[in-house]
């Protein structure tokens, strides 16, 4: 129960990084599309990804020290908390990683707005993104080729993040009441459009980063031997997912943004459907790397 546990709060937590980072990254390249209405929203969805956040990872603190001592007891014990929070870089890159929650909830408490609030929150959400590099395979790697490791996997996630937070913005303004043919969802059609270039650079740097990444956890020789294990045939289920959302995304871009900026009376409706699809798989996708990080990968076995 306790790893089930651990894997669990590891899962929503890549979830809440992803809106934390990737919501404010997604609303400076898009302001000049959004109405106040549009930006009040997307503050309160990145408030409450905060909060969570600020709740969250002290309990994912208290599921590692417990996994550690063998009990959930053993996770009230002062000196165990310790040990993990100073002595091992996990418990390091979580107590970070809520530092940076916490700074980022100021951001709300001191009511600051327009650039003096999103650009501060993307830097504190990317603060946790490069936390994730500490706590997964790429510490465990060794020699030189550590840095080479977590620095792709720290590019990888920034790059993840900012995709889903992105597409979570996408899903919240696609699913506000918004009338058929009106400005905004010419707006919506915009951003679509405008997403594309943003979009690819992200996709670039994830598949570049995920050959690197995959150099070091699987190995050139042992690829072919990916669906003879369970990390190998959930790392295949892990792409074919990233796929699909590609090919979804692609149908976003060049076929349901246009009919919106025609102001087709259906176009809005494939969109929210297919948007929702998309969201499904990156968050199957969110949960298939909080299962392999807890699996030894190939060139560990």
């Not at 990683?97 to 408490?109: I, P, S």
């Not at 792409?239 to 699909?244: E, H, K, M, Q, S």
């Not at 009919?259 to 949960?287: D, K, N, P, W, Y």
Request: net charge positive; aromatic share 8%.
């Amino acid at each position: 129960m306790i790893e089930l546990a651990v894997i669990a709060l590891r899962g929503v937590q890549y979830a809440l990084i992803s809106l934390t980072f990737g919501l404010p990254a997604f609303v400076l390249l898009n302001r000049p599309h959004l109405d106040e209405r549009a930006l009040q929203g997307l503050r309160a969805q990145v408030g409450w990804a905060t909060g969570a956040m600020v709740v969250v990872v002290p309990i994912a603190i208290l599921a590692q020290t417990a996994l550690m001592a063998g009990s959930w007891s053993g996770a009230l014990d002062p000196q165990a908390l310790l040990v993990v929070v100073t002595g091992m870089g996990l418990g390091v890159a979580l107590a970070l990683r809520w530092v940076a929650a916490l700074a980022e909830g100021l951001l709300f408490a001191f009511r600051l707005k327009g650039r003096g609030f999103w650009f501060p929150a993307v830097l504190l959400g990317l603060v946790s993104v490069v936390t994730l590099a500490w706590t997964g395979h790429g510490a465990a790697t060794e020699c030189v080729g550590k840095f080479i490791h977590q620095g792709s996997t720290a590019v990888h996630a920034a790059a993840a993040a900012f995709w889903i937070g992105a597409l979570a913005a996408f899903l919240w303004l696609a699913f506000r009441p918004i009338e058929p043919g009106s400005e905004e969802e010419a707006r919506a059609a915009a951003m679509l459009t405008g997403f594309a270039g943003s979009g690819t650079v992200a996709v670039a740097i994830l598949v570049a980063t995920g050959l690197v990444n995959t150099a070091f956890l699987v190995g050139p020789s042992r690829v072919l031997q990916l669906p003879q294990s369970l990390y190998g045939g959930l790392l295949i289920l892990k792409l074919g997912l990233f796929v699909l959302m590609l090919a979804l995304a692609a149908l976003h871009r060049f076929q349901l943004a246009p009919q919106m900026a025609a102001r087709s009376a259906h176009a809005l409706t494939h969109l929210r459907r297919s948007l929702l699809v998309e969201f499904v798989c990156g968050g199957l996708i969110l949960a298939l790397v909080a299962l392999l990080g807890t699996l030894s990968p190939p060139m560990a076995m």
